[in-house]
């Protein structure tokens, strides 16, 4: 029941192909390999472990933070992927457990939510952080709101409160230093979150980085090397717990200043990977139904 073993190409135009020594894949994977002229075997890694974030990886952005649909087909492809490495598959992501359970139903994987605050267990059992530090962040960002035009939303996620400007970037920098202020005059148990077009408190001690450290304590995660596939600012934690147990990462898009080893282009591209992945699984093993 061990996972499919996977190897690492740069390409010509700095993209990555991961490949499985699967034989019986073989021939596709020569061909994809063989469109860069000058691919390199890069690293490898064995019985691999997936940690994806979900915005900007699995599906693209959208103009509202509530407008977020999962492509057709994400849901088998994930399925399949946990059937394909014995379920050592969750997902890293800002956003409350329940708004990205809802969009991948019915498919209820191991996931950080929040950035950390909530965390399901690969056993189903769910940790969720004190929210208490919270009460006055939320009030005083309601009242700072009455000040910016509508399009500044501000999303109560329960164990963080962002503010998204994606509508108005020209106010971004007004918005985030505001949010800055505010979450700095309420002390250490605040932390201030900035990724994409948005400012975020949140709570202090949670990072994606932390949730990878605690779930790679958990079979079947545990002894497995992470793979950590994410696009914003918040990944960079998990990119480099994932380093610290052998494992690689992936920045989606292009960033600057990227903890990751690796770029890919999109969540198109990430999926097309991933599909490529789970196909590598061994021989006889199933989606479950
Ligand atoms: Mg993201």
Redesign the pocket.
């Known amino acids: 029941m061990d996972c499919f073993r996977i190897k690492f190409y740069r390409t010509a135009k700095g993209l990555l192909m991961v490949t499985s020594t699967d034989s019986r894949r073989l021939t596709a994977i020569e061909a994809l390999v063989l469109e860069s002229d000058s691919s390199a075997d890069v690293g490898s890694a064995a019985r691999p472990a997936f940690f994806l974030?979900?915005?900007?990886?699995l599906v693209d952005?959208a103009p509202t933070p509530e407008g977020v649909v999962a492509p057709e087909g994400v849901v088998a492809l994930l399925d399949r992927l946990a059937a394909a490495c014995g379920g050592a598959v969750a997902i890293l992501?800002?956003r409350p457990l329940d708004f990205v359970d809802a969009r991948l139903a019915p498919l209820r994987l191991t996931a950080a939510g929040q950035h950390g605050a909530e965390l399901r267990l690969p056993d189903g059992t769910t940790v969720t952080a004190r929210s208490e530090p919270l009460g006055v962040a939320r009030t005083r960002l309601t009242a700072l709101a009455t000040d910016w035009p509508p399009g500044i939303l501000i999303e109560d996620k329960g164990l963080a409160v962002a503010v998204h400007y994606r509508a108005h970037p020209d106010l971004g920098a007004e918005v985030d230093a505001a949010v800055a202020a505010l979450t700095e005059d309420l002390g250490p148990a605040l932390h201030l979150r900035r990724?994409?077009m948005v400012a975020e408190v949140t709570l202090a001690g949670v990072s994606k980085g932390r949730a990878l450290d605690r779930l790679m304590r958990e079979p079947p995660f545990r002894g497995r090397t992470p793979i950590v596939i994410?696009?914003?600012v918040?990944?960079d934690d998990a990119f480099e717990a994932a380093r610290g147990f052998g494992g690689l990462s992936f920045q989606?898009g292009s960033r600057a200043g990227h903890r990751a080893d690796f770029e890919i282009d999109g969540p198109a591209e990430v999926l097309r990977l991933l599909d490529e992945l789970a196909r590598g699984g061994p021989a006889g093993r199933r989606p479950s139904p």
């Open positions: 974030d979900f915005d900007g990886t952005l992501t800002g990724s994409k994410g696009d914003d918040t990944d989606v």
